[in-house]
């Protein structure tokens, strides 16, 4: 099983500022790596694939990189509609998700 | 318009069994594995079985493999989860999810999810 390590847990940040969100693969899944963003009461939505192609309709303030076991995404300048959790998830075998990120507002 | 209800959840006594159902529209249901992927409350996603489109690949997290069975009807265009021997860590949010393509299992749709409540 390949273990996926999100980092920080929780990011404090201020609208309009940056953030920069980390995670962390076990081992190497190439550029087999998704993000998601999810809300209080609602499902994932998928932000993310190949690590780093926006998924249909997703704003272009929403970036991926990274390969192998190191990826970010960055979120250029943070929306009140942003704050929310972010999970990773490999998909290089069976997909396994990462714990989470929650950005707050500061 | 892509859809996904699922259904079947409820509250449960340990030790007995429960059978989840994922209705599917809006797509061509046989083009595309489909996955269960669950959240305990105030928890993170966890992925539980997913299975390919002709349920010739099927596979399960290592917390349920050997208690629950995923399977497919590709002429109901539906999804299924047969959960046994449940356990009070089964309790979760439990939701139906299309992979993007055939073999890439990643989540373009999500449905709203079935709440499961394994409790005495």
């Known amino acids: 099983e390949i273990v996926m390590t999100q980092s920080p847990a929780t990011l404090s940040v201020s609208p309009g500022e940056r953030a920069t969100l980390s995670c962390r693969a076990s081992q190497s899944v190439s550029s087999n790596l998704a993000w998601y963003q999810q809300k209080p009461g609602q499902a994932p939505r998928l932000l993310i694939y190949g690590a780093s192609t926006r998924a249909t309709g997703i704003p272009a303030r929403f970036s991926g990189s990274g390969s192998g076991t190191e990826f970010t995404l960055t979120i250029s300048s943070l929306q009140s509609e942003d704050f929310a959790v972010y999970y990773c998830?490999?998909?290089?075998?069976?997909?396994?998700f990462g714990g989470g990120t929650k950005v707050e507002i500061k | 318009e892509v859809q996904l209800v699922e259904s079947g959840g409820g509250l449960v006594q340990p030790g007995r069994s429960l059978r989840l159902s994922c209705a599917a529209s809006g797509f061509t249901f046989d083009d595309y594995a489909m996955h269960w992927v669950r959240q305990a409350p105030g928890k993170g996603l966890e992925w539980v079985s997913g299975?390919?489109?002709?349920?010739?690949?099927?596979g399960y997290a290592d917390s349920v493999k050997g208690r629950f069975t995923i399977s497919r009807d590709n002429a109901k265009n539906s999804l299924y989860l047969q959960m046994n021997s449940l356990r009070a860590e089964d309790t979760a949010l439990y939701y139906c999810?299309?992979?993007?393509?055939?073999?890439?299992?990643?989540?373009?749709?999500w449905g709203q999810g079935t709440l499961v409540t394994v409790s005495s």
């Open positions: 299975i390919s489109w002709n349920s010739g690949s099927i």
């Open positions: 998830q490999q998909y290089n075998n069976w997909p396994f």
């Open positions: 999810a299309k992979a993007r393509t055939a073999i890439a299992y990643y989540f373009d749709y």
